[in-house]
């Protein structure tokens, strides 16, 4: 049957009519809003700190829930009027958590330490349940992670005895948390030579990258791919555990069978064979110009996230030969913080507002126990620092 054309032309231009906008009733787009997140590391389950409001001997369960009940008082908060992203507002949401690793302490038989199941089923009831955080769209704030060398020491073993000999379950549950595999891994079934835990996310314009441990010659062949697929207009941002000047340790024992030993001392973290001799207090000269010659290879990496040093700190990391200027910034540990093992008033972690209009990142520090005795005390803010994203380094 044939359709009378005369009959529906009418119809279509008032819709295509009606779809057009007036010159003088333009399209508005609402501008893309600022993401919020917590950076925070080092939870290390399993040990104690020496004194925690008022109390002695006080277990990681107990210091890491009391810093992720103060987490969950961050909407009621408004920011400082420091002049970084929104600067002076009340921080109403936040779409992540960043943790960068150690979520389980070694379990060195000579520290006491427990397993990395129980560490984990602890790290999940604190962070994972207990975290209130709500994004934009009234959802539970997402989760990122990476593992740290503890992590993964218990899944391949260490020098120092442990008991059990190895404990998979931290590594596994990691992967199970940001991979969502449809069969998921358990301590048995992890394989830590495949099941490597390397992974991006887009947010907000900025290319995020989370890496397992360091950007080593062997996480760089994944990152190569990984930013093939990016603009270089695009910002990128590493989120590792350890600091780009890498300790020499954690790399692969460069000696004999290349074993974990107590003679040799190297942890076999990274698979990168140490380069700068055959005892890990030579410092990684090599390594870190490796990195340093792949950060001119991509210029648009222009930040870069870690835990490890337990320190809250904002700093440029320049290289070995001072030819490279990365924006960095570290978290401090519940547990073992430089300054806050012994002032427990330094207890801190990282709040990050991200304009992805200005591409600028602002870094605040939250101190969260500034009055021991009365642990309902606001959270105070410290340091802050804002990172032009779009600015070469």
């Not at 809250?312 to 547990?335: C, E, H, I, Q, R």
Request: proline share 5%; glycine share 6%; charged share 20%.
């Amino acid at each position: 049957m044939k359709m009378n054309i005369t009959f529906w032309l009418p119809v279509l231009t008032a819709v295509i009519v009606s779809g057009c906008n007036k010159k003088d009733d333009p399209v508005k787009e609402e501008p893309a809003a600022v993401v919020q997140f917590v950076f925070t590391s080092d939870a290390h389950y399993g040990i104690a700190r020496a004194s925690f409001q008022g109390a002695a001997n006080v277990d990681a369960h107990t210091v890491n829930a009391a810093m992720v009940a103060k987490m969950n008082t961050l909407p009621d908060l408004t920011l400082p009027d420091d002049g970084g992203v929104n600067a002076g507002k009340k921080i109403t949401n936040v779409d992540y958590v960043m943790e960068a690793g150690d979520i389980a302490n070694r379990m060195e038989v000579s520290a006491g330490v427990q397993t990395a199941a129980a560490s984990w089923a602890q790290f999940k009831t604190d962070y994972l349940q207990s975290l209130t955080l709500k994004n934009k769209d009234n959802q539970p704030a997402g989760f990122l992670m990476v593992p740290g060398n503890h992590d993964v020491s218990n899944t391949i073993g260490y020098y120092a005895k442990m008991q059990p000999l190895t404990d998979a379950s931290s590594m596994a549950e990691i992967y199970n948390l940001v991979f969502k595999p449809s069969l998921l891994k358990t301590a048995l079934t992890y394989n830590y030579n495949g099941d490597r835990i390397n992974y991006s996310r887009n947010i907000a314009g900025v290319h995020f990258c989370f890496i397992q441990m360091w950007p080593d010659s062997a996480v760089r062949v994944w990152l190569n791919t990984d930013l093939q697929s990016v603009q270089a207009a695009t910002p990128v941002v590493i989120v590792a555990h350890d600091q780009p000047a890498v300790v020499s340790n954690h790399f692969t024992n460069p000696n004999g069978n290349h074993s974990i030993n107590s003679t040799d001392k190297f942890d076999n973290v990274l698979d990168e064979y140490f380069k700068d001799g055959a005892a890990p207090s030579a410092a990684g000269i090599i390594e870190q110009r490796a990195f340093a010659a792949f950060l001119k290879q991509h210029i648009n990496i222009r930040a870069y996230l870690h835990g490890h040093v337990h320190e809250s700190k904002f700093y440029t990391w320049t290289g070995p030969d001072n030819d490279v200027s990365l924006n960095a910034a570290s978290a401090d540990s519940p547990m073992k913080g430089v300054a806050s093992a012994a002032d427990e008033t330094k207890l801190s972690f990282l709040f990050a507002a991200l304009d992805p209009a200005t591409m600028r990142l602002t870094l605040r520090e939250c101190f969260w126990n500034t009055v021991p005795a009365v642990p309902s005390t606001p959270v105070k803010w410290g340091n802050t620092v804002t990172i032009d994203l779009k600015k070469k380094g």
